[in-house]
């Protein structure tokens, strides 16, 4: 039986409503965004969990870095979208031989199930599920799995064969699992995408240190003492031997060689905010992975991220997929890395200009939707590896965490923590802004600022950070000045 979408239409009163005035463009593609995962939410018997999300490349297969993205923003309607359930699709018949009609493609992409699971618990404060999960042992174990699988590993409930290689120096991996199927990061590619590339694999290495910090953040919410002391301690060793792929001339994390003397290979892409996500960088580091994103001839230019530099011999402004293409998991990734390290502003400035470049595009090129990936010039979809034809339409998928979850984020500036009951927000510019019906746990917050004041709806008590400043709000409606209106010293 093939996977059926919903016999319903989405109820758009169950999701937030961002209010942007001076941006009807970006509000309108939210929408969009929303709609189109909602034919993602599919039904089908012979899966540990259904309904769960589908990515939009094969109904009979599942991948574990696109779901582990999705999360992020069905985060803000869990009750809707099934984004942390879909994960069990992957938990039981990586770990326990759960059977399932549908296959993993890559039983060794990119290891993202707890940062998933972290920020999950920080929009839902659904701690029994937190308690659950590491009782069941699965991010525990996929972290370990990692490092012990031995490569060329098939599993009986996966497609393809592992690749991952933990070795003294670090990780050996492959272009195709990492989710950077043709990059230049691995040398030549062909159709499919490349090998190993004869290289240690820097994002591998962060993508496990996030995890191992994700895991000890999760433990300590649900007092598990040992558990997070144990992950804290590899998350500190991970982070150390990630400072073995930082280049002091070019200022950036690169890949090395996997043979001595284990040169730089010198490809910058945005893999390299991995590291700065995981908690890996000092604040220099920071601030110059903060300058790869406002130099025009590397991360920068007329549409951030490219998934090459603009200066490299290997860039497409066209795209041919990982050679150039704008991504937006990568996007929100290193959004999300540089917001929580100081760079906020910046976070902002080219968040909004990735969702302006959806946004023209939908309105100009045909068909309207919601791309795979982006050009990064025109307002036009990516090229495939073929360099020719455009890579797949309606792909929320992970293309929607840019209408909505760039959008609450980093465009309107809210940042959710269930787990103290606190809203963050950070309004930017005139004009009304805000949003209505955010979830925080079970408490729904509306904010919306107009004109000199904020006005804020809830109905549980909450903590507003607005600006800075710390409001403790009961049930009810508040009046707040906004932000410009209050006192530096205050």
Same mark, same amino acid.
């Given at each position: +039986? ?43 018997? #012979? ?5 769960? +999300? ?15 993205? +999705? ?40 290891? /993202? ?15 029994? *599920? ?11 174990? *996929? ?49 499919? #995408? ?33 558990? &997070? ?16 792929? %930082? ?29 700065? /996500?995981?908690? &890996? ?56 890395? /540089? &917001?929580?390290?100081? *760079? ?12 302006? *470049? +959806? ?65 963050? %927000? ?49 049930? #009810? ?14």
């Amino acid at each position: +039986m093939r996977p059926s979408p919903p016999d319903r239409a989405l109820d758009r009163t169950r999701l937030p409503e961002p209010v942007l005035d001076r941006s009807p463009g970006l509000v309108s593609l939210y929408w969009t965004a929303w709609e189109t995962a909602w034919g993602h939410v599919v039904h089908q018997p #012979g899966v540990p969990r259904s309904p769960y +999300m589908d990515e939009g490349f094969d109904p009979d297969v599942i991948w574990i870095w696109d779901t582990c993205l +999705m999360t992020h923003f069905c985060k803000y309607a869990p009750d809707l979208f099934p984004g942390i359930e879909s994960l069990q699709n992957f938990y039981g018949p990586l770990h326990d031989g759960t059977p399932s009609v549908l296959q993993i493609q890559h039983p060794d992409n990119p290891p /993202l199930f707890a940062w998933a699971e972290e920020e999950y618990v920080r929009h839902t404060g659904d701690l029994e *599920h937190v308690a659950r999960l590491l009782d069941a042992g699965y991010l525990q174990r *996929h972290l370990a799995w990692f490092d012990t699988v031995a490569p060329g590993t098939v599993l009986p409930t996966t497609v393809m064969p592992t690749a991952i290689e933990r070795r003294p120096e670090g990780y050996r991996w492959g272009a195709i699992q990492s989710g950077m199927d043709n990059t230049p990061r691995a040398g030549e590619a062909n159709w499919y #995408g490349n090998s190993r590339g004869g290289i240690l694999w820097l994002d591998a290495l962060a993508q496990q240190a996030l995890s191992a910090r994700s895991i000890a953040r999760l433990a300590r919410l649900v007092g598990r003492t040992a558990l &997070a002391e144990d992950h804290e301690a590899r998350h500190e060793a991970l982070c150390a031997a990630l400072q073995h792929h %930082w280049d002091d001339d070019d200022a950036t994390f690169y890949d090395r060689l996997d043979t001595a003397p284990f040169a730089f290979r010198r490809v910058v892409t945005p893999a390299a905010y991995w590291p700065l /996500l995981a908690g &890996a960088c000092s604040p220099e580091q920071a601030r110059s992975l903060a300058d790869l994103l406002t130099d025009p001839q590397r991360l920068g230019g007329p549409v951030p991220w490219p998934s090459v530099a603009r200066d490299d011999p290997a860039f497409r402004a066209d795209g041919q997929y990982w050679r150039g293409s704008v991504w937006v998991p990568l996007a929100y990734m290193s959004a999300r890395a /540089l &917001a929580d390290h100081g *760079h906020g502003e910046l976070a902002k400035t080219a968040s909004t200009a990735l969702l302006e *470049h +959806m946004a023209r595009t939908y309105a100009e090129h045909s068909p309207a939707t919601i791309w795979e990936a982006y050009a990064a010039v025109d307002a036009a979809p990516a090229t495939d590896k073929d360099g020719r034809t455009a890579v797949r339409p309606d792909f929320c998928g992970w293309s929607a965490l840019g209408p909505i979850s760039m959008l609450i984020e980093h465009v309107l500036g809210f940042r959710v923590d269930a787990t103290t009951r606190t809203v963050h %927000w950070d309004p930017d510019g005139d004009g009304r802004q805000g949003i209505r019906r955010l979830r925080c746990g079970t408490t729904l917050v509306d904010a919306v600022a107009d004109g000199d004041e904020v006005v804020v709806d809830t109905d549980h008590p909450v903590t507003l950070v607005l600006a800075g400043r710390e409001h403790e709000l009961g049930v #009810g409606r508040h009046h707040l000045p906004r932000p410009e209106t209050v006192p530096s010293a205050a």
